[in-house]
């Protein structure tokens, strides 16, 4: 070996026990970073010819396990959804209270029916009438609270997912930025540890925000799609964009998250024409899509329902009653009727007016089954029965019946054992004519049609109906054309010859409600309404509105909940009595103090009602107390599920950081041996190198 040989050895010594301690040194500096994966030196001998020229480092690596970095990113993703999710439903507990404090729900419910069973045993008191109106809106008030919260917190998921986005799309541009140097450092010296080491990092942020599958192209290069096979960054890059709304309705429709191609060198932005939304399924991304489109509007829809089923049930026993002394005059909510209706109704109604003693001074009972076939015909019978004393009259869809003596007073009844119905609904309730309570919607919408009834909307007038999937997808649009003089049945047939029907199916049931029916393997999907110009005749009640097509109908119900407000003005008009039909004219038809109105209204409280599926309930047969039970627990039962899958997948990220822990994290222990074993390296290379040295030395000394 010559002496060159011995300083070539002693060189390469040096310089990669130089290289070795200060990986040593950072493993030992990142003893305790969160995700540090430690790094170890890899040696080769050097050959040159065939001789041995000292040692070289073939690479630096982390020490990791790829199937461990890959269910710890899925299990982030998962832990990172269920905090958020739980963020959310804990928020709304708070805002629930306890159900057995009388600020809740239920409390307001009962405290409604305690001041009802007072009422009922002292209906002159003008104290307790006016307690029972309280304590009503006080219920509307809560509920529609509750429900204005639920928009505030999809609001905030709406907000959230547009920071979310930007941080996504910031650590994509992070990991791209990367990728290059990575390769760069691969390629050239074999030591790229501190940039994977960063770029290690940048994953594990962006596994927390969304699901991502990684593939190593070569050279530590890497593409990022989602696990459904959406590219993020591959050829080139991707940014997501999202256009969150400044306010949010039941109405509202959530735009897309959409996928635009970065130019690499311009960084200009064009379209893929593609949407993210439905290709998530995990990370904060995914927490905030679930809580803004799914979880917050079944609980949307269960308080709408509770406000519907309440009101319902409200407005049908006080339409059975009357107040004493009758109002001159009763009139109704637009219904989207018009005289030239089928009137579709069976049994039969009282029509009457009494004086302001309750005196009877005219009425007619009218017998659906045998008088004309439309409303005109139903308005003509009454308004001739009547003689002048009162007057029916039904116009753009609302119908008042109104006394012609401003001291006398008007009422409908229905006679027993033969009561007026369409739908479940009594003539007057149908019509609204004496309803107890309203709302920004009532969410139940009987129409009472039928599909050869002629469907009376404009000519030419449009509808534009959406369905959407999951993440508010637009999956399949129509506009609706009307055409005059066709059926509701042409409008079913049209609206199933559609592209919508490759989602949902269109029919009209026996009570006169359009159905929407996902088809096979499409439970998730809405429909929603983008644009309607179709007015129904003279009504101004628009086509989506007449069906009350959409969710949005039945969440509104819990928003402006309240006793009318005529009642509000005039609490004396609350209808606590009952006309008596049997009575001769003269006679005293409406008698004051008479309880029968106020006890039918207090029997609610244990009365049964059916209830349709709403969000995430099935129909219910129960009383009304027992359903707002049924909301709160389910709203309980909700937070306690994501509580249970955040503990499981914290569990989990815990059993799968130990376990990567115990492969790739540092120990000082043998971090320190390794110190010393690469410092005596050191020491001997260098000694080598000195006694080169002095042989160069002794050999000029010879000289």
Not at 36 to 57: D, F, H, M, Q
Not at 158 to 170: D, W, Y
Not at 325 to 332: K, M, V
Request: no cysteine.
């Amino acid at each position: 070996m010559t002496i060159s040989s011995i300083i070539n050895n002693s060189l390469t010594g040096l310089y990669t026990s130089q290289a070795a301690l200060k990986t040593i040194t950072d493993n030992v500096s990142n003893v305790n970073t969160p995700g540090y994966a430690r790094k170890v030196v890899r040696l080769n001998p050097k050959i040159t010819g065939s001789e041995g020229a000292g040692v070289e480092i073939s690479s630096i690596e982390r020490v990791v396990d790829k199937f461990l970095v890959r269910a710890t990113y899925e299990a982030q993703g998962d832990a990172s959804r269920y905090e958020l999710e739980n963020s959310f439903h804990s928020r709304i507990q708070a805002l629930l209270g306890r159900p057995d404090v009388n600020g809740s729900l239920s409390g307001k419910i009962n405290d409604v029916f305690d001041s009802m069973s007072e009422l009922a045993l002292n209906p002159l008191s003008t104290i307790l009438k006016e307690s029972t109106v309280s304590r009503l809106n006080a219920f509307g008030d809560e509920i529609g609270m509750l429900a204005e919260n639920i928009q505030d917190l999809r609001l905030d998921a709406s907000t959230q997912i547009s920071e979310t986005v930007t941080k996504i799309n910031s650590l994509l541009k992070r990991i791209d930025f990367l990728n290059p140097l990575i390769v760069k450092e691969t390629v050239s010296t074999g030591n790229a540890g501190s940039l994977l080491e960063q770029r290690s990092q940048a994953l594990s942020d962006l596994s927390e925000l969304i699901d991502i599958n990684i593939v190593d192209t070569g050279n530590n290069k890497i593409d990022i799609s989602t696990k459904s096979g959406v590219n993020l960054l591959g050829a080139v890059r991707r940014e997501l964009q999202y256009n969150a709304p400044g306010i949010v309705s039941s109405s509202t429709p959530f735009p897309p998250i959409m996928i635009y191609n970065v130019d690499p060198t311009t960084g200009n932005l064009s379209t893929t024409g593609l949407a993210l939304d439905g290709n998530v399924d995990s990370g904060e991304l995914f927490g905030l899509m679930n809580m803004r489109d799914i979880e917050l509007v079944s609980m949307s829809e269960e308080l709408g329902s509770l406000a519907s089923s309440m009101m319902n049930e409200l407005n049908r026993v006080h339409n059975e009653n009357t107040a004493a002394p009758a109002p001159n005059s009763l009139t109704g909510t637009n219904s989207g009727i018009l005289a030239t209706d089928p009137h579709h109704f069976t049994g039969q109604s009282t029509f009457a007016v009494t004086a302001s003693n309750g005196d009877l001074v005219n009425s007619v009972t009218i017998d659906f089954g045998v008088t004309g076939p439309d409303f005109s015909d139903v308005i003509t019978a009454v308004n001739a029965g009547l003689g002048g004393d009162g007057t029916l009259s039904l116009n753009n869809g609302v119908l008042s019946l109104t006394a012609a003596v401003g001291t006398n007073g008007v009422s409908i009844s229905q006679v027993a054992g033969a009561e007026s119905d369409r739908t479940g609904q009594g003539f007057s309730q149908f019509f609204g004519m004496n309803d107890l309570i309203d709302a920004r919607s009532t969410g139940k919408y009987q129409t009472g049609i039928i599909g050869t009834d002629n469907h009376e909307f404009a000519g030419g007038t449009t509808t534009f109906i959406e369905i959407k999937g999951e993440g508010g997808i637009s999956l399949a649009g129509y506009s609706l054309n009307m055409v005059a003089g066709q059926s509701f049945n042409d409008i079913l047939t049209d609206l199933n010859a559609s592209s919508l029907a490759a989602y949902t199916t269109f029919s009209i049931n026996g009570n006169g409600e359009l159905i929407t029916t996902p088809t096979a393997g499409n439970n998730f999907v809405n429909v929603h309404v983008k644009s309607d110009t179709a007015v129904r005749g003279t009504t101004g009640q628009a086509f989506s509105e007449f069906f009350g097509l959409g969710n949005r109908y039945t969440i509104d119900a819990a928003f402006d909940f309240q006793v009318v407000q005529r009642i509000q003005d005039d609490v004396n008009l609350l209808s606590l009595a009952k006309f008596d039909d049997t009575v001769a004219i003269g006679a005293t038809a409406i008698s004051f103090g008479d309880q029968r109105g106020g006890i039918a209204l207090q029997e609610l409280e244990n009365l049964k009602v059916s209830i349709d599926k709403a969000g995430g309930l099935n129909a219910f047969n129960s009383t009304l107390g027992q359903y707002a039970a049924a909301v709160l627990a389910d709203f309980g039962f909700r937070a306690k599920i994501a509580e249970g899958f955040g503990e499981d997948s914290k569990t989990l990220l815990g059993e799968l950081n130990q376990r990567t822990t115990s492969i790739s994290g540092v120990n000082i222990d043998e971090e320190l041996s390794n110190m010393i074993i690469f410092q005596n390296a050191y020491s001997s290379s260098a000694r080598m190198l000195s006694v080169a040295q002095e042989l160069f030395d002794e050999i000029l000394g010879i000289v």
